[in-house]
DNA sequence: ACCTGAACACCGTTCAAGT
DNA sequence: ACCTGAACACCGTTCAAGT
């Protein structure tokens, strides 16, 4: 580096991705990044608390791709348009898979971090209100949520398994009610979801996503699918 | 180590799956796995090619590890009894899911390696054979194939794409036919689907599998299940 | 044949030091 | 405040050497 601002997380960030793009994650290194940049590896250190949190902003960094991904689908829309809970549903999924496609090591280094990314409410909560809006129970919203999570990443992943640790383990639990209330403001269909399923559940501060029947729900809906498919097959041939 | 006969590769992979159960798999480090066994890291060169060759047999292990579980679950039956393949498949899945909770490791392992790894086209291949004989067409079944696979690993998981690339890179491609027969014995199933699919495409030889379609379809699967269990739950409010 | 120690080129990260 | 160099404890892997 030479003439220029100083370095920035954004750049750090921008530069591992491409670093990853080029030569895959295991390429990603504090020494290789800095490189890129004409800097010294520990000069990452000033703007990233290390080579974790360098990781979990790799991750925001796909969040975002995939929210611009859907922007350039439909510039101008937002999801309450006249589109049906299905369109706007199976267009985001699409729109994530192209950009897991773009940088292939996206699906391992999420699956790498533990815990879902705060960052990525935002989408979920744009699919929640079409579905429900579309006339879907938050039960099936939620079920629908898991399943095409299942998809894209595999069942390990598990959603909602506590957002991502690091919102509330400042302070005590006093805090989270302002932090309820104000999450309530940004995302009120996620916020319902989770008072609609949570009293239904025995353990509602964690594991009130049942995993097991989730999976087990997911791989029916696939199973009909297909025995459905036979069927009309067999039909069609007689 | 002190007495007892000398090392062995079975013995290194079992200390490889204990150190990543223990403590992860960024503790699956030579010298690590090595000092488990009280040798030196230099001496599983010995009887491992390497790290990847390593990550390699820890995979090999996951999928005996599905099969025995499996057996466990019908220790007599051979699946050409009177389950219905969807009983099959599902049990096939299920079993397959316990290892994996087992191993939490295993699926981010699995998709570090690139490429499907040759030792799962056993499973592959009794579940291809109860679709089959339970009245499902090659496409459907390979559909289903795909479709399991995403549910189980993430859609990043490209079966098909490749046997791992290694069993015929040896010699020319004049040892593939050979080859070919060889797999026919012993995996009638999948060279038959294989017979059945291929032709219906440009590019007989790789990406014969459309993966984008394929994840359409298992996509639409998913949203199919979702509208009709919407409309039940729709028609039995009414 | 199998195992070892020293060595090399790399890691992430700390720390005292520079500007 | 931001960047750096040296240093430490680790990696995977090579190689010459032991038995």
Known sequence: ???????????????????ADADGVEAVTMRRVGARLGVEAMSLYHHVRGKAAL????VDRIVAEIEA???????????????????????????????MLAHPWAPGVIGSRGGVPGSIFGLYEEALGAMVRGGCSYRLAHRAMHALGSLLLGFTQELFSAPAAGT??????????????????????????LAAETHAVDDPTLGWCDSQTE???????????IERTRLAEATQRA
Do not use: C, N
């Not at 006093?174 to 940004?186: N, P, Q």
């Open 168 to 193: 509330t383990d400042d302070r005590g639990d006093e805090a989270s009610e302002a932090e309820f209330a104000a999450m309530a403001g940004v995302l009120p269909y996620t916020m319902a979801m």
């Open 55 to 58: 990781l979990d902003g790799l």
């Open 1 to 19: 580096m030479a003439a220029g601002k100083s370095l920035t997380r954004a750049q750090i960030l921008a530069a591992a991705a491409a670093v």
């Open 69 to 99: 991904e859907i922007r350039g689908d439909s510039p101008h829309a937002t999801p309450d348009g006249d589109e049906s809970w299905r369109d706007v549903v199976r267009g985001r999924s699409l729109a994530a898979r192209r950009v």
């Open 215 to 225: 999976f087990e729900v997911t791989l029916d809906l696939l199973l009909d699918g």
